[in-house]
């Protein structure tokens, strides 16, 4: 197939039901590597997550004008159309992220409000609706040149109706009265035809949030950033990395940048939205040769581009993390103490919040099922979710069903205080909800974290370190061997030994195993809590685990 310098891809699903999405693009400048990207693995790898399932086909045009059209087909069978634009070096230009707020989305509250106006006229009791729009931009860049620059653009709407005990949810990326027209015919055709939930149903309207936007939150950064800014970005992290000695090839560096609005109405009565930003730069590198070659990162996002960790440190992380795997060798298998690096102990935090989740604990699902207002890590604990948390990644003015979010104990003085809750599953624990839903476009509301931290404890890393003899320093977690109802653990991990309290030489292929119950109780967090997830904890010791290797 030919190279194209605009390329347009439009699928028709069968369903007749339109949607719109942009996905990325394809040149033959000389500052793009050209890319092969086959129709059938693209179809592939959207089936499930654009049209849930449904089939479709795709057309492809060479659009060599991008003013006056397409001027190719290459292939075509369409039930209706979705399309996807693909952007390309030509539309230069800066992406302010002060404008990278949708035109589209000026009107979302508009929309939002015909359709739950069309569904209850068409027979619903009840409705919501929600907007998503976003844009972005990302550049790729590696062993010096710049390898991609990609913007994208995205606005959809997602409507759920619900009529007596049944409901159903649909979205569509087609704004126009037509589209929304067949988005709530087909809603309330598939609520017709649902199985009966009788916990079900909207937030009570006097627990509405008052406070609708996200003013106090700082989560938009309202500078401009550009490509030539992320290229400058991505390049001098690359740059950095590769100057650490021992580094002998590149993975590429990368860097972006997108905005998000997010608006939200329900039929009781609610209506708000808010903007937020976010920005990242990474950096991988590869050292050593053959069989002994080693790869590492590093990288940092944050909501507002000021915050970002500079793109140098970044990159010398990246390559000084990666040499010092150099010579990486298995242990014996046997029982040590395991130190989790903060890039990875934030895992641990994972599986408790899945243990933690009410449809979980609903389900009857949870190793901790049983454990309500008793010990389950050692005293001194404390675990919180906090959506309000200024600049936070998960952060938020209120949930997926239009609560106000409030911070949330989960974990005091190492005894748990609250299971995470939406609506529903409130309802069906004869509980209040913690007003943290979280939807998607597609998806009803479920429970969900949010800025989910560990505080930090006393002791430094070197402290942690110090106190163990021998033990298991992890840096890298491999694999999902966690069983959620029993607690069972097993996952690869890689890492370093730790030899009379010192770092010692590199350790990769091993595998470690034990039970979260015993694991939590036994938790020693450090002092060095940072923000760099939605989830976040300390460098963690765990007082002994199954360590296999030779």
């Not at 070096?89 to 035109?103: E, I, K």
């Not at 939590?520 to 060095?528: E, G, H, Q, R, S």
Request: aromatic share 6%; net charge negative.
């Amino acid at each position: 197939m030919t190279n194209y310098d605009f390329l347009t891809i439009v699928f028709g699903a069968r369903s007749g039901f339109y949607s719109r999405l942009v996905i990325m693009k394809r040149t033959t400048f000389p500052l793009f590597r050209p890319t092969c990207l086959g129709l059938h693995d693209l179809l592939s790898g959207l089936r499930s997550t654009l049209c849930g399932g449904l089939s479709f086909d795709a057309r492809l045009w060479d659009d060599r004008d991008p003013i006056s059209g397409a001027s190719h087909v290459l292939s075509c069978d369409g039930h209706g159309l979705i399309y996807l634009g693909m952007f390309t070096h030509n539309q230069r230009g800066p992406m302010p992220l002060s404008d990278t707020r949708p035109a589209q989305s000026d009107s979302a509250a508009d929309i939002l409000a015909d359709l739950i106006e069309r569904a209850k006229k068409a027979g619903a009791d009840s409705a919501d609706a929600l907007a998503i729009a976003d844009r972005s931009i990302g550049i790729s860049y590696r062993l010096g040149i710049l390898e991609d620059a990609e913007r994208s653009e995205s606005t959809a709407f997602g409507l759920r109706v619900m009529i007596g005990q049944r409901s159903a949810t649909v979205s569509t990326s087609d704004p126009n009265p037509d589209g929304r027209a067949a988005l709530v015919e087909r809603a309330i055709a598939m609520a017709r035809v649902a199985p009966e939930d009788p916990w079900i149903g909207l937030a009570d309207p006097a627990l509405l949030a008052r406070v609708r936007t996200a003013e106090g939150l700082e989560l938009h950064d309202h500078n401009e950033i550009d490509e030539a800014a992320l290229t400058a970005l991505a390049q001098e992290a690359e740059d950095a990395a590769r100057a650490v000695p021992g580094v002998t090839n590149s993975g590429g560096a990368g860097a972006g940048a997108s905005s998000m609005r997010v608006d939200l109405a329900t039929s009781s009565g609610f209506l708000g939205g808010y903007d937020g930003t976010s920005f990242s730069v990474s950096a991988s590198v590869l050292a050593g040769e053959g069989t002994a070659m080693e790869r590492d990162y590093d990288f940092s996002t944050a909501r507002h581009f000021a915050d970002l960790a500079t793109a140098e440190s970044v990159g010398r992380e990246a390559g000084n993390r990666t040499v010092r795997r150099l010579g990486a060798r298995r242990l014996p298998t046997g029982s040590l103490p395991v130190i989790f690096d903060p890039r990875v102990s934030n895992s641990l935090l994972g599986h408790f919040a899945q243990a933690v989740n009410g449809a979980a604990i609903a389900r009857g699902t949870s190793f901790l099922l049983k454990k309500m207002h008793e010990s389950v890590f050692a005293p001194g604990i404390r675990i919180l979710d906090d959506p309000r948390r200024v600049r936070g990644l998960g952060s938020r003015p209120f949930d997926g069903e239009g609560l106000e979010t409030r911070p949330l104990t989960l974990i005091e003085d190492g005894i748990l205080q609250s299971w995470v809750l939406d609506c529903a599953t409130a309802r069906k624990l004869d509980l209040a909800s913690t007003a943290s839903a979280t939807r998607g476009i597609s998806s009803a509301p479920g429970p969900s974290t949010s800025n989910l931290y560990m505080e930090p404890g006393t002791s430094t890393p070197a402290d942690l370190i110090g106190s163990v003899s021998r033990g298991f320093y992890v840096t890298e977690l491999i694999g999902m061997g966690v069983n959620p109802v029993t607690g069972d653990y097993s996952r690869g991990a890689a890492g370093f030994l730790i030899e009379d309290g010192q770092i010692s030489h590199a350790v990769s292929e091993m595998t470690i195993a034990g039970n979260l119950k015993e694991m939590f109780a036994t938790l020693t967090p450090a002092n060095d809590l940072v923000f760099r997830f939605s989830t976040n904890a300390p460098t963690l010791l765990i007082d002994r685990m199954t360590v296999a290797g030779t």
